[in-house]
């Protein structure tokens, strides 16, 4: 640290909601601030992909402004160039049935599965719409609890769990999907629905911080917290195929906005702009 340095920061919710266990407890959230205190505060810059987490990292660590560099996060590239055939092999490889809600996200309390499980079972009881549920990702502690949870909602014949799958596979699960359903309580920025804009598939998204100014009008945004709204979204998808169709054509042109190549050099333009002061010592 006893050199300028650039340093990215994904989210600071150890701070905005430090009551999920995975931020607060086991030492967590102090290994997380001794980190992040030193090391942000000491950063020639940082780099948020929202103007929301700019505002974040001001408030809570008195950064001054004009050191923190807003550039959003590109889609990843792997789901820009797919292709351009859907591959329905993958339901037979993982056993799965088709228009399946997916999921791809740790089994963290923070990604909120219990919630979306709670709006499948609305669908099923109120308007007798049977989805099953894909997904995918490596068990961070919680999964033992949703796997009670689907027992106690009688959900077992509509839940897929498939561990964590090569991107190859993650590319044909989204193409797949009827909707990304991606109901995670932590913001500001996130790769999934990115992913999912890239390869046609609707999203479905939390109304979080950053949320908005992330995705715009290509994705549904819902209370994370709210079973019952997040029902009513599948549901309308479910209802309307124009309004499916309106979200994978917006997704296509945001996924587009913003590519790797423009993310390199917007940090080579932070480059250049500290090369004035950087000229200054040996």
Same mark, same amino acid.
């Given at each position: 640290?006893?050199?300028?340095?650039?340093?990215?920061?994904?989210?600071?919710?150890?701070?905005?909601?430090?009551?999920?266990?995975?931020?607060?407890?086991?030492?967590?959230?102090?290994?997380?601030? =001794?980190? %992040?205190?030193?090391?942000? $505060?000491? *950063?020639?810059?940082?780099?948020?992909? /929202?103007?929301? !987490?700019?505002?974040?990292?001001?408030?809570?660590?008195?950064?001054?402004?004009?050191?923190?560099?807003?550039?959003?996060?590109?889609?990843?590239?792997?789901?820009?160039?797919?292709?351009?055939?859907?591959?329905?092999?993958?339901?037979?490889?993982?056993?799965?049935?088709?228009?399946?809600?997916?999921?791809?996200?740790?089994?963290?309390?923070?990604?909120?599965?219990?919630?979306?499980?709670?709006?499948?079972?609305?669908?099923?009881?109120?308007?007798?719409?049977?989805?099953?549920?894909?997904?995918?990702?490596?068990?961070?502690?919680?999964?033992?609890?949703?796997?009670?949870?689907?027992?106690?909602?009688?959900?077992?014949?509509?839940?897929?769990?498939?561990?964590?799958?090569?991107? =190859?596979? %993650?590319?044909?699960?989204? $193409?797949? *999907?009827?909707?990304?359903?991606?109901? /995670?309580?932590? !913001?500001?920025?996130?790769?999934?629905?990115?992913?999912?804009?890239?390869?046609?598939?609707?999203?479905?998204?939390?109304?979080?911080?950053?949320?908005?100014?992330?995705?715009?009008?290509?994705?549904?945004?819902?209370?994370?917290?709210?079973?019952?709204?997040?029902?009513?979204?599948?549901?309308?998808?479910?209802?309307?195929?124009?309004?499916?169709?309106?979200?994978?054509?917006?997704?296509?042109?945001?996924?587009?906005?913003?590519?790797?190549?423009?993310?390199?050099?917007?940090?080579?333009?932070?480059?250049?702009?500290?090369?004035?002061?950087?000229?200054?010592?040996?």
């Amino acid at each position: 640290m006893d050199i300028p340095y650039i340093v990215t920061v994904w989210d600071l919710q150890h701070r905005v909601q430090s009551y999920f266990p995975e931020v607060s407890t086991n030492g967590e959230w102090d290994g997380r601030e =001794e980190f %992040l205190s030193k090391t942000l $505060r000491r *950063a020639s810059y940082i780099l948020t992909g /929202t103007e929301i !987490g700019k505002a974040e990292v001001e408030y809570f660590y008195q950064v001054p402004s004009e050191r923190i560099k807003v550039l959003p996060f590109p889609t990843p590239l792997f789901v820009l160039n797919p292709p351009p055939t859907q591959n329905k092999e993958i339901l037979k490889k993982y056993s799965i049935p088709e228009n399946y809600l997916f999921y791809p996200a740790q089994f963290w309390p923070h990604k909120n599965h219990v919630n979306l499980l709670l709006a499948v079972q609305i669908l099923k009881d109120r308007y007798n719409i049977n989805f099953p549920v894909v997904f995918s990702g490596s068990d961070k502690g919680n999964q033992e609890y949703i796997n009670k949870q689907i027992s106690k909602l009688n959900l077992s014949d509509q839940v897929y769990f498939l561990g964590f799958v090569p991107q =190859e596979d %993650l590319v044909s699960l989204y $193409r797949n *999907a009827f909707t990304l359903t991606f109901l /995670t309580f932590f !913001g500001p920025d996130n790769l999934p629905p990115l992913e999912a804009f890239a390869l046609g598939c609707p999203v479905i998204a939390s109304q979080v911080s950053g949320s908005q100014e992330q995705l715009g009008d290509a994705a549904l945004l819902v209370n994370p917290k709210d079973p019952e709204h997040i029902a009513l979204a599948i549901k309308s998808l479910w209802d309307d195929i124009n309004l499916r169709q309106t979200l994978v054509q917006r997704g296509f042109a945001r996924a587009a906005q913003w590519t790797a190549e423009d993310y390199v050099k917007g940090v080579f333009s932070i480059l250049d702009e500290f090369e004035a002061i950087r000229r200054c010592w040996k």
